[in-house]
């Protein structure tokens, strides 16, 4: 068996997708360490022993991602070669989404706009509000030192203490925003919020910020589908938070299955794609 890999070098969270050269994908997987070479490794170690493979049946590897850079040589002695992480989130998004254009966000530490589709792929902008914010925001306010205790937390949450609403400020009808919309995150701020009720304010915050974002890019253009990808979009919290964008503006947002694997998976695609091209020629 032949295979290609692609991995999203994250800071600590690497992700892994293996396809044959046919173009049928295998499986994928993701593995979290100290450090992003450790993250790596494990994942490759891990994704070999469990889909029961050996070196030998890797024909290359494709890295993507923020700790790409840190890798000087073949791993294993794999031809190992690189793709621009602007790239793999748009091959990735249109792949999972079964989509032929969109506009691709990938929510990570980070979150990136990356425009796709026959006129090619380039980056748009991005935003320093993701998951670091999250995490930085919700350890000082109510304590909670990793991803997976925001998102417990968040479950229990109200906004109702901590977020200022239309219907909060006014007593009057305004046509285009329903009653319960956003006039201000954390605007409210009872003495009464629960971590709980601050850990769901900074994530409804962040998906909000995200999603309007997406709301005024697309106002530049003719499309109206939003890929939702990363880390971000599989909080059960988003879609509410997204299907309540589309009932506003129109705007089709998508979380394809998968989500969080689209930047690996747009890395070996990219590597299949440009093969198929050689072939052609």
Do not use: W
């Amino acid at each position: 068996m032949s295979i290609v890999i692609g991995i999203d070098v994250g800071g600590s969270t690497t992700k892994i997708v293996g396809y044959t050269e046919s173009g049928k994908r295998i499986s994928m997987l993701k593995v979290e360490a100290a450090d992003p070479l450790t993250s790596a490794f494990g994942a490759l170690g891990k994704f070999i022993n469990e889909n029961k493979l050996s070196l030998t049946d890797v024909r290359q590897i494709i890295l993507t991602g923020v700790g790409a850079s840190l890798f000087k040589q073949k791993i294993y002695g794999i031809p190992t070669s690189r793709v621009d992480e602007f790239r793999a989130i748009g091959l990735g998004g249109l792949a999972l989404s079964k989509k032929k254009e969109g506009l691709i966000i990938s929510m990570g530490t980070g979150t990136a706009f990356v425009r796709a589709g026959k006129e090619g792929i380039r980056h748009i902008g991005g935003s320093g509000v993701g998951g670091g914010t999250v995490v930085g925001l919700c350890s000082k306010l109510c304590g909670a030192s990793s991803f997976s205790t925001v998102e417990e937390m968040a479950e229990q949450g109200s906004l109702k203490k901590v977020d200022l609403n239309i219907e909060d400020i006014s007593t009057g009808e305004i046509p285009t925003l329903p009653p319960d919309t956003t006039a201000s995150n954390f605007g409210k701020m009872e003495d009464g919020a629960s971590s709980e009720d601050l850990a769901l304010g900074v994530l409804n915050m962040t998906f909000q910020t995200v999603g309007m974002m997406a709301v005024f890019a697309c106002r530049n253009d003719r499309i109206k589908d939003v890929i939702l990808t990363g880390t971000l979009a599989q909080v059960p919290f988003a879609k509410k938070v997204f299907q309540m964008l589309h009932k506003m503006y129109g705007i089709n947002f998508i979380i394809p299955q998968h989500a969080i694997y689209a930047t690996a998976t747009g890395a070996a695609l990219s590597y299949l794609l440009e093969k198929r091209k050689n072939v052609r020629k």
